[in-house]
């Protein structure tokens, strides 16, 4: 028929084993204006096509494909490049003809549940503000016990010092 083409293509899906996929699979043209089956190789065919520009895509329940872009001229040559949506009019990764369509991988539909970690308990700030001064309370004096006696006389008297009662007369002494 003048004016009607046809797009050919192949699906890929190195994600399973399983033969029967393709039995849910999809090729949607324009979200479902032109729709092509996908045969048990993984080869499709959409029929009745007029020339312009077209959205590609595969869609099964459990497998992602990549979207593509196809232009086909009044003169039957096809153009195809995969979908952006980000920068729909940029021109990128360009898939030969027939279209090559392969699987991105599974749908992920459900978030996996955190699990816990003691690690995750250790490093929390409030365990970490809470340790940290018993750990330095603990090993300072340790530390300190191993350095030069001279340097332990020193720390000795510096201490005396920062005491407020050897350095302050008693309240009642004040008194009187």
């Known amino acids: 028929v003048g004016g009607l083409f046809k797009l050919e293509g192949k699906v890929i899906n190195q994600y399973t084993t399983d033969e029967n996929w393709v039995q849910q699979a999809r090729v949607l043209v324009d979200g479902g204006a032109y729709i092509g089956i996908i045969k048990a190789?993984?080869?499709?065919?959409?029929?009745?096509?007029?020339?312009?520009?077209?959205?590609?895509?595969?869609?099964?329940?459990?497998?992602?494909?990549?979207s593509v872009r196809v232009e086909i001229t009044s003169k039957a040559k096809v153009r195809a490049r995969i979908l952006d949506n980000i920068q729909p009019f940029q021109i990128k990764n360009v898939v030969s003809n027939p279209l090559r369509l392969r699987c991105k991988g599974r749908y992920q539909y459900f978030q996996q549940r955190e699990q816990w970690r003691i690690s995750d308990f250790l490093f929390n700030p409030m365990v970490l503000m809470m340790f940290l001064p018993l750990l330095m309370m603990f090993l300072l004096p340790k530390l300190m016990n191993s350095?030069?006696?001279?340097?332990?006389?020193?720390?000795?008297?510096?201490m005396n010092w920062m005491n407020p009662k050897s350095n302050l007369p008693e309240?009642?002494?004040?008194?009187t």
């Open 41 to 66: 190789d993984g080869s499709f065919a959409v029929n009745g096509l007029p020339s312009g520009s077209y959205v590609v895509e595969v869609v099964h329940p459990l497998f992602a494909f990549d």
């Open 147 to 158: 350095q030069d006696p001279e340097i332990q006389k020193e720390m000795q008297q510096s």
């Open 171 to 175: 309240l009642s002494e004040l008194m």
